[in-house]
Nanobody
């Protein structure tokens, strides 16, 4: 089993920045990829981006490219989502997820965190 705990959500004005953290514990050695996903009210959950835990390659959905980055601290079993130039449409509950398979920008992750709210005011 793998446990994921997100932190860092909150309220920010449009154009501002936030950094989310996700700490993994448990059998993390078997994980291949960790990702960030989000779900806005009334919308389906969508992938934001992911990072390969072996090579560190990152992938992002077009709507956040150039604004969001994902990084990792392997010693802390933690990944980060740095969100810059935030827009009201980025408002959502953000989830950290992990899987033993590479999912690209899919959403069918095996392990999930509890989610953290990000609200961007206009």
């Amino acid at each position: 089993q793998v446990q994921l705990v997100e932190s860092g959500g909150g309220l920010v004005q449009a154009g501002g920045s936030l950094r989310l953290s996700c700490e993994a514990s448990g059998r993390t050695g078997s994980m291949y990829v960790m990702g960030w996903l989000r779900q806005a009210p009334g919308k389906e959950r969508e992938a934001v981006g992911c990072i390969s835990l072996s090579g560190g390659t990152t992938y992002f959905v077009d709507s956040v490219k150039g604004r969001f980055t994902i990084s990792r601290d392997s010693a802390k079993n933690t990944i980060y989502l740095q969100m810059n130039s935030l827009k009201p449409e980025d408002t959502a509950v953000y989830y950290c997820a992990a899987d033993r398979r590479f999912l690209g920008l899919g959403t069918n992750y095996e392990y999930w965190g509890q989610g953290t709210q990000v609200t961007v005011s206009s």
